[in-house]
């Protein structure tokens, strides 16, 4: 059975995609089955696979609608050696076409249950807001990958990011819980980033993955070539933290 994980900050600019993509691929350089679903209309994780999201003919709009079934959408072993479920502007038009549907926050996982067995794990890049897009990710999910930047206003936007899961968790989705909060962009020169990480470990304890992703220009550059950074420059900082989150995520 997959261990299906939605990837989520409302917070944007935190790392959220680029997390996503390059988990996959070292994911999958573990020799593990694993899909990945943009749930973001912006679509830039369908680019950082190498797909050319304004080509695409049918995406999870077409699944969320139920007009196509999740395996007719399915890109499968993309340039990170995982399969996709892509995303475009379309999807920004669900958003409304969603509301009065039956079923309209349990979408996504309903699709998804066809081909879960397929996968060890499931990731689902969710939009940089708390909006039914996300609410079907956080649906479909077992646990909730919390990508941030350890800087003030960060620490804010958790406390609502934790309410929001606890209201899922209570009325949509008893399983959901928090797999873990995930350090991005991290300058360890910087001394408000040690503290708020501190801050981190102390209210979250083991919930925060040990493992830290550093400011790295490599994993900057990575998606304008539309690879993820293990096949741009696999020897970086930011391709040898996201194999070491992976192995992390593996022993778990």
């Given at each position: 059975?997959?261990?299906?994980?939605?990837?989520?900050?409302?917070?944007?600019?935190?790392?959220?995609?680029?997390?996503?993509?390059?988990?996959?691929?070292?994911?999958?350089?573990?020799?593990?089955?694993?899909?990945?679903?943009?749930?973001?209309?912006?679509?830039?994780?369908?680019?950082?696979?190498?797909?050319?999201?304004?080509?695409?003919?049918?995406?999870?709009?077409?699944?969320?609608?139920?007009?196509?079934?999740?395996?007719?959408?399915?890109?499968?072993?993309?340039?990170?050696?995982?399969?996709?479920?892509?995303?475009?502007?379309?999807?920004?038009?669900?958003?409304?076409?969603?509301?009065?549907?039956?079923?309209?926050?349990?979408?996504?996982?309903?699709?998804?249950?066809?081909?879960?067995?397929?996968?060890?794990?499931?990731?689902?890049?969710?939009?940089?807001?708390?909006?039914?897009?996300?609410?079907?990710?956080?649906?479909?999910?077992?646990?909730?990958?919390?990508p941030m930047q350890c800087e003030y206003y960060a620490l804010e936007g958790l406390s609502d990011l934790v309410?929001?899961?606890?209201?899922?968790?209570?009325?949509?989705?008893?399983?959901?819980?928090?797999?873990?909060?995930?350090?991005?962009?991290?300058?360890?020169?910087?001394?408000?980033?040690?503290?708020?990480?501190?801050?981190?470990?102390?209210?979250?304890?083991?919930?925060?993955?040990?493992?830290?992703?550093?400011?790295?220009?490599?994993?900057?550059?990575?998606?304008?070539?539309?690879?993820?950074?293990?096949?741009?420059?696999?020897?970086?900082?930011?391709?040898?933290?996201?194999?070491?989150?992976?192995?992390?995520?593996?022993?778990?």
């Amino acid at each position: 059975m997959a261990k299906v994980l939605a990837i989520t900050n409302q917070k944007g600019g935190v790392g959220k995609t680029t997390t996503t993509v390059n988990l996959a691929a070292s994911l999958a350089a573990t020799k593990r089955r694993v899909l990945l679903i943009d749930l973001d209309p912006q679509g830039n994780a369908t680019m950082g696979c190498g797909v050319d999201k304004m080509a695409l003919t049918q995406t999870v709009y077409h699944v969320l609608l139920e007009e196509k079934s999740i395996a007719e959408v399915r890109i499968t072993n993309t340039c990170g050696k995982f399969d996709l479920i892509p995303s475009n502007r379309e999807l920004a038009g669900a958003e409304v076409e969603l509301v009065d549907l039956p079923h309209r926050e349990k979408r996504l996982k309903n699709a998804l249950a066809n081909i879960e067995a397929d996968y060890d794990f499931v990731l689902i890049d969710c939009p940089p807001a708390l909006n039914l897009l996300t609410v079907n990710g956080l649906c479909a999910a077992q646990a909730v990958m919390i990508p941030m930047q350890c800087e003030y206003y960060a620490l804010e936007g958790l406390s609502d990011l934790v309410q929001t899961i606890k209201r899922v968790r209570a009325s949509l989705n008893p399983q959901l819980e928090i797999e873990g909060l995930l350090r991005t962009m991290f300058d360890p020169r910087n001394t408000l980033a040690q503290q708020v990480s501190e801050q981190l470990q102390r209210h979250f304890g083991d919930k925060v993955y040990r493992t830290v992703i550093p400011r790295n220009v490599r994993l900057a550059e990575a998606p304008s070539y539309g690879v993820p950074v293990l096949y741009h420059d696999k020897t970086s900082k930011g391709a040898q933290a996201y194999l070491a989150l992976a192995g992390e995520m593996v022993r778990k």
